[in-house]
């Protein structure tokens, strides 16, 4: 079975400092790793993945995230916060086999609120 | 392009009642998912269509919830008997089919309260 702990339930962070956002995973193949966003009364907007190849995916409005296989884990990260980046953050994952079989479901983490702050 | 949509934006119904609710996936995709997302947690699998048919549907709770996509496109998800259980958000997602790499785009959702 897959699964995906994102241990805080709320980051807060100032504007223009760095913000880290934590995502650990369970899976029995090969993971494939999803972050997506949250705005209040609107839906889950996908911001980058990981696959396959460099451990370190950049994806929209200058968000990355850094694969770590030992660690199991697919940190969220940026350089410098904006308030507008204030949102719920969702981490997730998709069990793929070695084969490449798998289900094509994806399951979430329960959410980080992240609050930026001016 | 057009996005994701779902309708109704949001449905109250009265315990015991049957709701439809509606998503039409974006142009192209062939692969459409329904999820529900309870207060607090992340979204959960229910049923995923490859084209017509139902390749998954081992997220469905029990027997009340059924969903269809006849023409491979626009998806209704049925629930029967209704429950106050059932009160969450129910977001539909499409993407292309064919390899798990391909990310899903989700609706706006459809918050359905029962009362």
């Known amino acids: 079975a897959q699964s995906v702990a994102q241990p805080e339930d709320q980051v807060n962070v100032a504007e223009g400092n760095p913000l880290t956002v934590k995502c650990t995973y369970s899976?029995?193949?090969?993971?494939?790793l999803f972050w997506y966003v949250q705005y209040p009364n609107r839906g889950l907007q996908f911001l980058l993945k990981y696959i396959t190849g460099d451990n370190l995916v950049k994806g929209s409005y200058g968000f990355e995230a850094e694969f770590n296989k030992s660690q199991t884990s697919f940190h969220l990260k940026k350089p410098s916060a904006l308030v507008s980046d204030s949102a719920l953050y969702f981490c997730a994952v998709r069990d793929v086999s070695y084969s490449g079989a798998g289900s094509y479901q994806l399951t979430f983490g329960k959410g980080t609120k992240l609050s930026v702050i001016p | 392009g057009a996005g994701v949509s779902q309708t109704p934006s949001n449905k109250v119904t009265e315990k015991g009642k049957y709701v439809e609710l509606r998503c039409d996936p974006i142009?192209?995709?062939?692969?459409l998912y329904w999820y529900r997302q309870s207060l607090g947690q992340g979204p959960e699998f229910l049923i995923y269509f490859q084209g017509t048919g139902a390749a998954d549907d081992s997220g469905l709770p029990n027997d009340r919830f059924f969903a269809v996509r006849p023409e491979g496109s626009v998806s209704t998800l049925k629930i029967q008997r209704t429950e106050r259980g059932d009160s969450a958000v129910y977001l539909c997602?499409?993407?292309?089919?064919?390899?798990?790499?391909?990310?899903?785009?989700f609706g706006p959702g459809t918050r359905l309260t029962v009362t």
């Open positions: 142009s192209g995709h062939t692969a």
């Open positions: 997602a499409s993407s292309f089919a064919g390899g798990h790499s391909y990310e899903q785009y």
């Open positions: 899976v029995s193949g090969n993971p494939y």
